[in-house]
C-alpha cells in the first residue's frame, strides 16, 4: 500500500491559464474522490469515480472543471481558465467500494491563482 | 439533504485533560456510516475512527472513544488524557449510500489546541 499520491503539490498560475492535476489512488481501491478545502474550512465534495465512471459531479462545480478516470486508475482535474476563487486545496481520495470503507487521503494539490 | 454540523470551532485544553468534540448530523437515509478524520498542521486528512448506522454500541480504542446516538443524531469523539500530538483539526463525516449515490459530506471542523 503505498497511499494516495498527487502531483503536483504546489501550483501557482495566473489568472486564466488551465491548470491540471493528477492522483494516482491506492491500487486496488475503484473509488475515487476530488475535493476542494478551502482555509478554515472543511473538504468540499466535487466529483466521484467508480472504476472509471464519473457517477456524480456537485452542483456547485463550475463547467470550468472537468475530471477524468480514463482507465479506472489514476485520475486527472482540470480547471480551465483559472480565477482567483480557485485558490484552494484540491484533495484526492480513493476507497473500496464498501460503504464503511474510509476514504484514504492524498497530500492535495495547493493552487494559487495570481 | 445530508449535513453534517460541528458547532465547536475551537477548543484549547491542557495537556492529560480528557476533550469531547460534538458531531450531529442529518440524513434520510436509512443506512450510513459516520467517521471522523484528523488533520495535523502537515496538511493530510488521517482516518480515525467509524460507525454504522446500525451498530449503536460505543467503542473505545486507545485514548479514542465515541459515543454514537441514532435518536439525537450524534456522533461525538473523545480524546482521553490528551498529549500536545493531538493538536490538529478534526473533522466529522457522513457518508450514506443508495445504489450510485456515494458521496461522503465533511463538517466544517474542530480546532483542538493541546496546551503543554
Known amino acids: 500500500d503505498t497511499g494516495v499520491s498527487q502531483d503536483p503539490r504546489h501550483k501557482i498560475t495566473k489568472r486564466g491559464q488551465n491548470v491540471t492535476f493528477r492522483c494516482d489512488p491506492i491500487?486496488?481501491?475503484?473509488?475515487l474522490y476530488w475535493y476542494r478545502q478551502t482555509l478554515g474550512q472543511g473538504p468540499e465534495f466535487l466529483t466521484y469515480f467508480q472504476n472509471e465512471a464519473q457517477l456524480e459531479k456537485s452542483r456547485l462545480l463550475s463547467d470550468r472543471f472537468s475530471a477524468e478516470r480514463p482507465k479506472g486508475s489514476f485520475s486527472t482535474l482540470e480547471i480551465q481558465r483559472t480565477e482567483q476563487g480557485d485558490s484552494a486545496m484540491y484533495l484526492c481520495?480513493?476507497?473500496?467500494?464498501?460503504?464503511?470503507?474510509?476514504?484514504?487521503f492524498g497530500n492535495g494539490t495547493r493552487l494559487t491563482v495570481t | 439533504a445530508q449535513k453534517v454540523t460541528q458547532a465547536q470551532t475551537e477548543i484549547s485544553v491542557v495537556e492529560k485533560e480528557d476533550v469531547t468534540l460534538d458531531c450531529v448530523y442529518e440524513t434520510r437515509d436509512t443506512t450510513y456510516y459516520l467517521f471522523w478524520y484528523k488533520q495535523p498542521p502537515s496538511g493530510e486528512l488521517v482516518f480515525l475512527i467509524r460507525r454504522n448506522s446500525f451498530d449503536e454500541q460505543n467503542e473505545i480504542s486507545g485514548r479514542y472513544s465515541w459515543n454514537f446516538q441514532k435518536s439525537t443524531s450524534s456522533f461525538n469523539f473523545t480524546i482521553t488524557a490528551s498529549q500536545v500530538v493531538d493538536s490538529a483539526v478534526y473533522f466529522c463525516?457522513?457518508?450514506?449510500?443508495?445504489?450510485?449515490?456515494?458521496?461522503?459530506?465533511f463538517g466544517p471542523g474542530t480546532s483542538l489546541s493541546v496546551i503543554p
Open positions: 481520495a480513493s476507497s473500496s467500494p464498501t460503504g464503511n470503507s474510509p476514504l484514504h
Open positions: 463525516a457522513l457518508r450514506s449510500e443508495k445504489t450510485s449515490y456515494d458521496k461522503v459530506i
Open positions: 491500487s486496488e481501491h475503484n473509488r
